[in-house]
T-cell receptor, first 113, second 113 residues
């Protein structure tokens, strides 16, 4: 069975600072994809960043980057220069062979001025 | 191009009532999904449809039925609503093949009293 674990229910960061959200996962498959989704109060699920397991290079999207440690099955999200609009729930997700996503329980990110 | 649409956005039901949540996508995607989101639980897969004419159970299918009416539409039916089905429901779709990004609808908040 595939599992995704987010061990930080809540995190806080000051505006302009950097924060890292943790995610670990477990899968028996060798080919998989990992995602971070953002869910603001509007509840719309927004894709932040994705990582293909076969790629060694860590994915980066503007202020968002990941630290993908395949052997350790770890997939953390780093948000640089945090902005008030980054405040949201963040979900780590693993895609299995059936294309469905397995989600972690989420981390609530608070951004303070 | 509206993406993934869901109706209704909000619904209140009494225990034992039935209702159907509607989902449609205009991106010509093959696969469609229904998730539920409960506080502290992330998103959990209810049912999915890998292609038109096929449906399969996910992690939490009990109490639900689905219909893949055509390639565009994938509905979720609650035959006899229970308070435990109070949740936010998300529909999603993905193109399939080498594509892996899931596109989510805006969600339906359902309360069963």
């Amino acid at each position: 069975a595939q599992t995704v674990t987010q061990s930080q229910p809540e995190m806080s960061v000051q505006e302009a600072e950097t924060v890292t959200l943790s995610c670990t996962y477990d899968t028996s498959e060798s080919d998989y994809y990992l995602f971070w989704y953002k869910q603001p109060p509007s509840r719309q699920m927004i894709l932040v960043i994705r990582q293909e397991a076969y790629k060694q290079q860590n994915a980066t999207e503007n202020r968002f980057s990941v630290n993908f440690q395949k052997a350790a099955k770890s997939f953390s999200l780093k948000i640089s220069d945090s902005q008030l609009g980054d405040a949201a729930m963040y979900f780590c997700a693993l895609r299995d062979s059936g294309y469905a996503l397995n989600f972690g329980k989420g981390t609530s990110l608070l951004v303070t001025p | 191009n509206a993406g993934v649409t869901q109706t209704p956005k909000f619904q209140v039901l009494k225990t034992g009532q039935s209702m159907t949540l509607q989902c449609a996508q205009d991106m010509n995607h093959n696969s469609m999904y229904w998730y539920r989101q409960d506080p502290g639980m992330g998103l959990r897969l209810i049912y999915y449809s890998a292609s038109e004419g096929t449906t399969d159970k996910g992690e939490v299918p009990n109490g639900y039925n689905v219909s893949r009416l055509n390639k565009r539409e994938f509905s979720l039916r609650l035959e006899s609503a229970a308070p435990s089905q109070t949740s936010v429901y998300f529909c999603a779709s993905v193109a399939g093949g080498s594509s892996y990004e899931q596109y989510f609808g805006p969600g339906t908040r359902l309360t069963v009293t």
